[in-house]
């Protein structure tokens, strides 16, 4: 097959590129780091957002619009948040043909404008918990944009709660990281995350704590897929957000906000796509079972057209490419770009002797498979392949992990994957000494793996790594 | 029943603004014209996407997403475009801690932003039609804002295609009109819309057709829910959107446009609710059954449950309030507001009796049903009542619409209702006198009710009434 995108081993970066457009996933925009997001490429978004809105509707929580506009004055009132995101805002100074009096900001995040309208509906601690997420675009100006990873707009999703206590609180934003996007990523993306504490320093602005979900990619880097975080009581003082406890005393709130974005989708390619194209694991894939119809011939679109009928009775989401106008060759190659997890290719050789051919993306396996077993085949291809991508992610991550004892150690390996070491070995100072380097500390864990609810925690292993 | 909301006889708008509140739907935005969509409304909001992008779906178009940022210049390419959208555009003149090069607006809709990819996208006739649609949010600033009716961002879909010809235009442009937007209203909103052509005057900025969906309000006045637009070759030439004909000349596409907005929960509220709340149609309904229990007792919150459980396993989107420490009439008046068209109250007098208590919205009938034949009771009121809100918005309309000669009578029955009158009896020069009175041609229709192609065809018949 002739080359198609850049390999993976030769320029990393040039494939993701290269992938990203000729699988028709993305384009960038006209207005400098926006990116317009291609069929191809939101339909695997629409499969994300259904996965995730499920999940994060079973853990409780209400969909809700609040507005693109911020008062520039809201921004203000939290002095970490606004730090932490003035350099990003987009700002709009005329409305209407007019100069507005106060400048409005386009969100980079909803922590205000959900905490002013939260505040004026809690009034005793009968509203609490109040669980919000919604689905929305927001606009962080990016100097240095990469489709995906860092666009200056993008979609995600922003849950926003409230809560009597820290406990409470805590226990939430840890239900969302483990329930919503830790089950998500493992079992739909297929992406082994692993689940840390982020460090002082690589916190949410505004936030008290914040957790968050790390994947390798195919290169050895890191990329945050989702965070989770705890505010305190710093949005509730800074917008008024008070209850009446059981007790009868006024009190703020405790918060907390969590965020996945089309980020995945730039994870999704970094650690499933390989020379040939994308990988979409079966779970997550819009159209699982592709078929294809080789060449015009006796009986072969009734054939594809009775599989595909039988697939979709089987509950397989199923595509047909009839287009036998177009060279087969080309379709196919389109095909592995994609990344559907199986081909079902139907032309008349094969059929004649009562066969169609299964291809199934992840191995590049190609069988003849008898037409009237063609669907236990494609189910039984299709969860094998959601298990051996996840498998071959978390052995690359394995094989590329090392751990170490020194900082100095740590940021050598992490030249080429990530490296475990005592989180006492790093320190703030040894932190400042990795960034230099361009190496961060992707999270902190406790020595069996779970997350710490303190960076003070004594025994905490650091993960030190490149990132996206 | 103490009084809840202002009676709709009294004063209408106000009854409005009451019902949004006190059922919780929505409320301003901190930035003038802009709102938040409460968890009540936007479900009802996400019941309204789900249907539609089913019907969107097997109409063949696929969802994409395109920038919320349009440079300044592209909306200046189509003459009458800009025209129609330079007074209520946000201009975004900072990004980034800078002012930039060339000021950005916020899309008030996405015709130029798509045009200019769709030409890139676009080679052969092979590649049409284009058929695309986006779920966004847009922003239009509003002078004179009202929720849902006229806000300065509100979120929608727009359908944006790209045809071989004027014919295949005109035809995807009518069977989105009717397929797509008629069959939801009707069928799902239960709204009895009228389907027809805009003047001239009326058209969409760069148009060269709109065809609408036009519902009467409670209060007579008429609420545009959707348009389709044929677009000619307009934006395809503003846009040099261009493609080789299957005999191998160069030519520019035919385009249309489509869409539907927020909007349509007011025309929701202003068609089914009275003056105890919303009423929501049951197809529509995020919840068609809401089980109440009436007080703790003896198997009541296992009766509750059980009933639950049943309805769910039946197919029927349930919710249940087992709040019993909240008074029961105060749950009752709520559910009322919110409008769940059945309610089955279980309580412990009425449980000892092997009873559940029937609660129809539409009608307001109490009807004690033995526990066992729950289910089947609400099966059947949930159909019924589909289609008694749907006749009785059609009684409405019918009651209040006159037929008659001159454009005096036309304009003096466009205060209480909707006139029918020769378009010959009013043309451009009437249609000017009638807009001085503040009343509009709505759209144009043949005698047969059938959606003209032009507003030259004779013997049309136009609809004049008062509208937002």
């Known amino acids: 097959m002739a080359r198609v995108l850049t390999p993976r081993a030769e320029d990393f970066p040039r494939w993701y590129q290269d992938l990203i457009a000729k699988a028709q996933l993305a384009d960038n925009g006209p207005v400098r780091g926006t990116m317009v997001i291609r069929p191809a490429g939101y339909a695997i978004w629409e499969r994300m957002q259904a996965e995730m809105d499920a999940r994060i509707k079973a853990a409780g929580a209400e969909n809700a619009y609040f507005p693109l506009f911020i ?23 005329h409305g209407g043909g007019k100069q507005l009096a106060e400048p409005v900001v386009v969100r980079p995040t909803s922590e205000t404008v959900i905490g002013e309208f939260m505040a004026k509906w809690i009034g005793s601690y009968r509203d609490l918990p109040l669980l919000l997420n919604q689905w929305a675009n927001v606009v962080r100006w990016e100097m240095r944009p990469r489709i995906f990873l ?26 969302i990281l483990h329930e919503v996007y830790e089950d998500f990523m493992v079992r739909e993306l297929g992406i082994p995350v692993l689940v840390g504490l982020k460090t002082a320093r690589e916190r949410f602005a505004g936030a008290t704590a914040t957790y968050t979900c790390e994947g390798m990619m195919g290169d050895g880097k890191a990329l945050q897929l989702g965070t989770s975080h705890e505010l305190g009581q710093n949005f509730a003082k800074a917008f008024d957000m008070t209850f009446t406890s059981a ?3 006024v009190e703020h709130a405790w918060t907390t906000s969590w965020g996945t974005s089309t980020r995945m989708l ?85 059929l004649a002797a009562g066969n169609a051919v299964l291809v199934r993306r992840t191995n590049g396996s190609k069988t003849p498979v008898p037409v009237t077993d063609v669907v236990a085949a494609v189910l039984a291809a299709l969860e094998a392949d959601q298990q051996s991508l996840h498998d071959e992610a978390l052995a690359l991550r394995e094989s590329r992990t090392v751990t170490v004892q020194t900082l100095a150690e740590a940021i050598e390996a992490a030249a080429t994957g990530w490296a475990r070491v005592p989180w006492s070995e790093v320190g703030p100072a040894g932190e400042t000494e990795a960034n230099g380097k361009g190496v961060t500390v992707r999270c902190l864990v406790r020595a069996d793996g779970s997350v710490p609810d303190s960076e003070d925690e004594p025994d905490l292993v650091a993960i030190l790594a490149r990132a996206y």
Do not use: C
């Open 150 to 175: 860092r666009t200056s707009e993008f979609l995600w999703q922003e849950g926003h709660t409230a809560h009597v206590d820290e406990a409470d609180a805590r226990a939430y934003a840890r239900r």
């Open 71 to 93: 008062p520039e004055s809201y921004l203000k009132r939290e002095a970490e948040h606004v730090e932490g995101f003035s350099p990003e805002l987009a700002v709009v100074t």
């Open 266 to 350: 730039g994870g999704l390619i970094m650690v499933h796509g390989d020379d040939n194209g994308l990988r979409v694991p079966p779970r997550l894939a819009p159209v699982q079972a592709h078929i294809m119809v080789v060449k015009a011939g006796d009986g072969v679109a009734e054939a594809a057209a009775k599989l595909r009928d039988a697939l979709r009775d089987a509950g397989v989401r199923v595509g047909l490419d009839d287009r036998t106008d177009t060279p087969f060759g080309r379709r196919a190659v389109d095909a592995e770009l994609k990344g559907y997890p199986v081909r079902v290719e139907v032309g008349p050789r094969d």
């Open 247 to 249: 007790a009868g005393s």
